[in-house]
């Protein structure tokens, strides 16, 4: 049986290329555009060897690389960047990656960055995956009901996102505030957070920490009404999953939660 390799890349020319290369040295090719649709492959397909582009929208390459390696630590993990500097490198490798590489990348390097030699396959195994016409898989969830808190001060708001994840499946709890959510985490740790930055009171951005620290297991998704990159990046410096803009792509949203009930719960 061929091995697993996924491609992720959100350039659908270089997915193409490089899961030319590997299908000519036997792996079966996987491709995502994505680190949250690669997190669903590695979880679903479980690929020996991963190809991951650094620089992605919707969970970064670092982010997916150490997500990655905490659902699957078999997996030899490759790093491409289209520029790369020292502390990229360092922090790849520091991450588990079994190479870091600078674009253009050819099957010989990825190959050296896994310990192997080039050889041609008898048999080269057609990708899968978004380049040959297939969709990215679509989990749908759990049997057993995901537990999602939504913390927002909009009442309206609250009653949208608890009639969504009910239709969805989900069992979904609601308060208007941090302070809410941290006595309801304490009391019933859910699986996933749907927390709004800017409420009164305690913010999103304060609340974040204690949840972390009293339900470490719980995955958070941030929601907020303005695209702030600063915020963002410290949103997921203090352990948010994600970090989703209003008007809510209501699709979007229901694939990050996905993703984030599949990583608070390994054993679904």
Do not use: W
Not at 35 to 50: D, E, I, M, N, S
Not at 161 to 186: C, H, M, N
């Amino acid at each position: 049986m061929p091995r697993k390799a996924l491609v992720v890349d959100d350039d659908a020319d270089i997915r193409e290329v490089l899961a030319e290369q590997l299908a000519t040295h036997g792996f079966e090719v996987l491709m995502a555009g994505n680190g949250l649709a690669a997190l669903l492959q590695v979880k679903r397909q479980r690929p020996a060897v991963v190809v991951l582009d650094v620089m992605m929208p919707r969970l970064g390459g670092l982010e997916a690389l150490k997500r990655i390696r905490a659902f699957h630590p078999e997996a030899k993990v490759v790093v491409v960047s289209g520029s790369l500097d020292d502390e990229v490198r360092r922090q790849a490798l520091a991450l588990g990656a079994a190479g870091v590489l600078e674009k253009p990348v050819s099957l010989t390097d990825i190959l050296a960055a896994l310990g192997e030699t080039e050889r041609p396959a008898p048999t080269p195994t057609e990708p899968r995956g978004e380049g040959s016409g297939a969709r990215e898989p679509t989990v749908a969830p759990p049997a057993e009901p995901g537990r999602i808190l939504i913390v927002d001060d909009d009442p309206e708001m609250r009653a949208m996102l608890s009639d969504f994840l009910t239709l969805k499946g989900y069992s979904a709890q609601a308060v208007p505030d941090g302070a809410a959510a941290v006595r309801e985490i304490v009391a019933a740790p859910p699986d996933v957070v749907l927390l709004d930055i800017n409420m009164p009171g305690l913010s999103g951005l304060e609340a974040l920490p204690t949840i972390r620290a009293v339900a470490p297991r719980a995955v958070v998704i941030m929601i907020s009404a303005t695209e702030d990159a600063a915020t963002a990046r410290q949103a997921l410096a203090y352990g948010a999953f994600d970090y989703v803009v209003k008007p809510i792509d209501f699709q979007y949203l229901s694939r990050s939660i996905e993703s984030a009930v599949l990583m608070a719960r390994p054993e679904l």
